[in-house]
C-alpha cells in the first residue's frame, strides 16, 4: 500500500504565492511514500517544502523552473508499476493525447504524468495510462485562464490503483477516486 | 547471626549437599526409564550459594521447525542426593513418571476435574509434547471442563478470531477495494485495449488517504502506524537467542507475523492500555507451547488459540499497564508493597536487611519480575515451569507469583545478607540460574505456612 503524490505547475512564486492552505493542512509529512513533480515549481523553497512532506521526491524540468539541473523525463519503478514523468511542455501539440501516449511507449511505462496544462485529465489507451495532476496552486496557464487548483495522490497496492484526485472548487476541496488495475506482471509492448 | 526466625526446614543440612561427581551422571541415566523427555535439573550446593550447573548449551538448539522439542531446558542429569529425601527435595523419576500417567489419565477423561489437574499442575509438567498446551488451555479456561463441548467451542473462538483480524486489521486500500467489487464496479483494466477518458467517482464519505476525519478508516490506519512499528520492534527482539521466534527461517518469520497480529487486534481492541512493552514477553511462552503442539488442528489455530489465552492471561494483570493505576490498590506498587510484605512475615532479617540496612527498594527489582512474569529472570524453558504453577493456582496467578517471588529472595538469603546495596541490586537483577523444581517447594511451603 504504497502512497505516491503527483503534483505540479505551481509557479510559485510568479503566478501564485502558494499552495491553498487547505492542501497544505492535508499534506502533512508520514503519509506520503513518494512524491512526483511534473516540474514548474518554479523555486528551490516549494523543492524544499515537498522534500519536508517526503523525503523521496522526483522532479522533471518545467520550462520556468530554476533549476536548471532537473531532467527533462524520469522513471521509477513503485510496487509493480511502472511510472513515467514529464512536464509536458515538450510534446506538441500540448495536451495531445495522442502525442502523449506516443511519449508513453517511448518510456515503456504504465503510467505516465505530466503536466504543463493546467487541466486534470485522466486518459487510458492501449499502452497504459496518462495522467495529468494539473496545477496545485491553481496558477494561470497559456491556454487557460480559470484553473482550479488540484492534485492526484495514487494508492498502489499489488496490482491495483486507485488515484484520488483532490480539486479545489468554490473554496471546497472535492475528492474523486478513480481505480484500475494490472493484470500480470509482464510489461512488455505488444 | 540471629536465627531463630527463619524455619527449620530451610536451614536443614539437606540443602548442603556436595556436589555429586559426573561419573554419578552415567548412572543415573541408566536408572532412568521415564518415557518422557522429562529430566531432571541437580542441585549442587555449596556453602552460601544455590545454583545449579548451568543449562548445557544444547538447550538453546531446539530444533525449530519440529512440532515436538525435546525442552532441555534447565535440566542436566542429577545425581542422587545421597540420601533418601529425595522425595523431600524433589520428585524422584519414578514419581514422575507416576505423575505423568496421573496428568495424562486426567485429561483423557470426559470431564476434566479441574481440581485436581491445577493440583498436577502446581509442581510443574512434564514437558512431553501436548500437554502443556492442553493443560494451559484448561487452566485459562480457553477449554471448558467437558471435553464434548471442546470442538464447538474451538470452532466459535477460532472465527471470532478470525472476524476480529477481518476487521480490525485489513489495510484501508483493501477495505476501498472490496467496497469497489461489491458494488460491481469493477475497474478498468490498464492495457485493455480501448482508449477512454477514465471516469471519477465522487467520494462523499471523507474517505481518502489524506482525510483527517474521525471516521475515517485512512485516519486510524495512520494513527495505529505508531504501534505497528512499536510492536514491530518489540517481536523482532523477542528471545533473539531462540530459533523458534529469531531464525531466519520462514517458519520463525510466521511465527513473528503471528505475534505481531495478535498483539495488534488486542491493542486495538483495548484502547484503554493498548500497547505496552512486554506483552510480548507474556505473549511468547503461550505462543511457543500452542504452536509446538503436536496435534496439526491446535497447532495450525495457534495464533487464535494463543489470542484468547493471551486475553485470559493479562485480564488479570491489566492493572499494571496501566500508569494512571500505578499508585492504586490495583496497580503494581501495591503488588510490590505486598510482596515486601509477605518477605517480612516470613523473613524478618532479610528483610530489614534488603529494605532498611542496604536501602534495596523492591521497586528496583520486582517490577519486572512481577509485570513480566518471570519471563525475564529465567531461562525460557524453567518459565514455562515456573508458569505452569502459575497458572494452577485457583486464585489466579498474582497470588503464586507473589509467592515465588518471596521464595527467589529467600533462597539467597544467605548472599543477600552478606552484600551491600550495589551487590544485592546486582544479584536481584540478574538471579541466578536456580533449581526450579525446588523453587516451586519452596513458594509451595511459604505458602501453606501462610494459610498456618
Known amino acids: 500500500m504504497v502512497l505516491v503524490l503527483a503534483l505540479g505547475d505551481l509557479h510559485v512564486p510568479h503566478r501564485a504565492a502558494d499552495l491553498p492552505p487547505k492542501f497544505k493542512s492535508m499534506l502533512v509529512p508520514g503519509k506520503i511514500q513518494h512524491i512526483i513533480c511534473t516540474g514548474n515549481l518554479c523555486i528551490k523553497e516549494i523543492h524544499d517544502y515537498l522534500k519536508t512532506i517526503c523525503p523521496d521526491l522526483h522532479i522533471v524540468r518545467g520550462e520556468f523552473d530554476e533549476d536548471a539541473r532537473y531532467p527533462e523525463t524520469k522513471t521509477l519503478t513503485i510496487g509493480q508499476f511502472k511510472l513515467g514523468l514529464c512536464h509536458g511542455h515538450q510534446v506538441i501539440p500540448w495536451g495531445d493525447l495522442e502525442s502523449l501516449a506516443m511519449l508513453q511507449r517511448q518510456l515503456d511505462v504504465d503510467i505516465l504524468v505530466t503536466g504543463h496544462t493546467h487541466q486534470f485529465t485522466a486518459y487510458k489507451h492501449e499502452g497504459g495510462v496518462v495522467i495529468n495532476p494539473g496545477s496545485a496552486t491553481g496558477a494561470y496557464s497559456s491556454i487557460n485562464q480559470d484553473v482550479n487548483p488540484s492534485f492526484v495522490l495514487m494508492d498502489i497496492d499489488g496490482l491495483r490503483v486507485v488515484v484520488y484526485v483532490y480539486e479545489l472548487i468554490d473554496g471546497e476541496v472535492k475528492v474523486d477516486k478513480i481505480d484500475f488495475k494490472k493484470t500480470s506482471t509482464s510489461n512488455s509492448a505488444p | ?452
Open chain 2, 1 to 452: 547471626m540471629v536465627r531463630k526466625k527463619v524455619p527449620e526446614w530451610l536451614n536443614s543440612t539437606m540443602w548442603s549437599t556436595p556436589p555429586p561427581p559426573s561419573s554419578l551422571n552415567d548412572d543415573a541415566l541408566l536408572l532412568r526409564n521415564s518415557p518422557s523427555s522429562t529430566k531432571m535439573s541437580s542441585m549442587k550446593k555449596e556453602t552460601d550459594t544455590i545454583s545449579v550447573t548451568p543449562p548445557p548449551s544444547t538447550a538453546s538448539s531446539v530444533p525449530s521447525p519440529s512440532p515436538r522439542p525435546r525442552r532441555n531446558g534447565s535440566s542436566s542429569i542429577s545425581g542422587e542426593y545421597g540420601n533418601s529425601s529425595s522425595s523431600v527435595v524433589a520428585p524422584s523419576s519414578a514419581e514422575d513418571f507416576s505423575r505423568q500417567a496421573h496428568l495424562s489419565a486426567e485429561l483423557s477423561k470426559k470431564v476434566i476435574n479441574m481440581k485436581e489437574l491445577r493440583s498436577l499442575a502446581s509442581q510443574s509438567l512434564p514437558d512431553s509434547p501436548g500437554i502443556r498446551s492442553t493443560v494451559w488451555k484448561l487452566l485459562l479456561g480457553y477449554l471448558p471442563p467437558e471435553r464434548s463441548l471442546w470442538s464447538s467451542e474451538l470452532k466459535q473462538k477460532r472465527s471470532q478470531y478470525k472476524h476480529y483480524k477481518d476487521e480490525l486489521l485489513t489495510s484501508p486500500s483493501e477495505i476501498t477495494w472490496r467496497l469497489v467489487r461489491s458494488k460491481g464496479l469493477d475497474n478498468y483494466e490498464l492495457k485493455s485495449g480501448s482508449r477512454c477518458m477514465l471516469s471519477r467517482s465522487r467520494i462523499t464519505d471523507e474517505d481518502h488517504p489524506l482525510s483527517l476525519g474521525k471516521a475515517s478508516a485512512w485516519n486510524t490506519y495512520f494513527q495505529d502506524i505508531e504501534t505497528i512499528e512499536q510492536i514491530d520492534k518489540d517481536v523482532k527482539r523477542t528471545h533473539p537467542d531462540i530459533p523458534f521466534f529469531s531464525a531466519e527461517s520462514s517458519f520463525a518469520r510466521s511465527n513473528q507475523e503471528s505475534m505481531k497480529n495478535i498483539l495488534l487486534v488486542f491493542a486495538k481492541l483495548n484502547q484503554g492500555i493498548r500497547y505496552v512493552q512486554g506483552m510480548n514477553e507474556i505473549l511468547a511462552p503461550i505462543f511457543y507451547v500452542f504452536r509446538n503442539d503436536p496435534d496439526e488442528d491446535s497447532s495450525s489455530h495457534a495464533e487464535a488459540d494463543a489470542f484468547f489465552c493471551f486475553v485470559e492471561l493479562l485480564s488479570g494483570f491489566r492493572d499494571f499497564y496501566c500508569q494512571q493505576l500505578d499508585n492504586s490498590v490495583v496497580g503494581i506498587r501495591s503488588a510490590i508493597t505486598r510482596l515486601s510484605q509477605l518477605v517480612r512475615k516470613h523473613d524478618e532479617e532479610l528483610w530489614r536487611h534488603l529494605e532498611i540496612t542496604t536501602k534495596v527498594n523492591p521497586q528496583f527489582y520486582a517490577f519486572r519480575w512481577i509485570t513480566l512474569l518471570l519471563t525475564q529472570e529465567f531461562s525460557f524453558f524453567d518459565c514455562l515451569h515456573i508458569w505452569d504453577a502459575l497458572l494452577s493456582d485457583p486464585e489466579g496467578p498474582l497470588e503464586s507469583l507473589l509467592g515465588i517471588c518471596c521464595a527467589m529472595l529467600v533462597l539467597v538469603r544467605r548472599r543477600l545478607i552478606a552484600g551491600d546495596f550495589t551487590s544485592n541490586m546486582k544479584l536481584l537483577q540478574h538471579y541466578p540460574t536456580t533449581n526450579i523444581s525446588h523453587l516451586l517447594y519452596v513458594a509451595n511451603k511459604l505458602r501453606s505456612k501462610m494459610l498456618v
